[in-house]
C-alpha cells in the first residue's frame, strides 16, 4: 500500500469514526467530491476525499491550536479561518496521526455542536473497562398517616 493510499484510508476512518461517535454528526458536501463532518450544518472537519493529490485534515482547534501549529505540518487554514482557531494539516509526506486527530475531532465538534448534542459525549455510557456505578438505592414509599378516630 502506498503512502498516499495509507493516507486516504487513514482520513476514511477518522470519517467513520466521526460519523459514529458523535451525536448529530452527519456527511457534508459544499463541493463537489468533499465529504466533510458537520453537525447542524455546521463543518466541524473539512476531510479530503479519497484520490486528492494532497491528504489533508481540517479542524476547528479554539484551544490547541498554538500548540498544533508547532507541528511541521500543520498550518493556519486558509479563507481567514486560521484566526478562528481553525488549522490544516498536510498529510502529504507524512503519516496520519490518527490517534491526535481523533483528538482533533472531538476538540472541533465540541466548538461546532450545540450545548446540548455536545454534553451527551459527556453523559455516554462507560466504556468496556470501566466499572459501572451502583444503582442508587430506592427509597421505600412512605405510609400514609393513620386518620384520627372521632369521639
Not at 479542524?59 to 490547541?64: D, F, G, R, T, V
Request: charged share 25%; hydrophobic share 40%.
Amino acid at each position: 500500500m502506498t503512502k498516499k493510499n495509507k493516507a486516504d484510508a487513514a482520513i476514511e476512518a477518522l470519517r467513520v469514526h466521526g460519523l459514529k461517535k458523535y451525536p448529530g454528526a452527519q456527511l457534508k458536501s459544499p463541493w463537489p467530491g468533499h465529504a466533510d463532518l458537520a453537525v447542524n450544518d455546521k463543518t466541524f472537519a473539512y476531510l479530503s476525499a479519497p484520490g486528492d493529490p494532497q491528504p489533508h485534515v481540517g479542524c476547528k482547534l479554539p484551544h490547541s491550536s498554538d500548540v498544533a501549529l508547532l507541528l511541521p505540518f500543520v498550518t493556519p487554514m486558509g479563507y481567514g479561518l486560521g484566526k478562528s482557531g481553525w488549522v490544516s494539516a498536510d498529510f502529504s509526506d507524512v503519516a496520519v496521526p490518527i490517534d491526535l486527530m481523533k483528538e482533533w475531532l472531538d476538540e472541533s465538534y465540541r466548538a461546532q455542536a450545540p450545548k446540548k448534542l455536545s454534553a451527551q459525549l459527556d453523559t455516554a455510557a462507560p466504556s468496556a473497562g470501566a466499572k459501572p456505578k451502583p444503582a442508587a438505592k430506592k427509597k421505600a414509599p412512605a405510609k400514609p398517616a393513620k386518620k384520627k378516630k372521632r369521639a
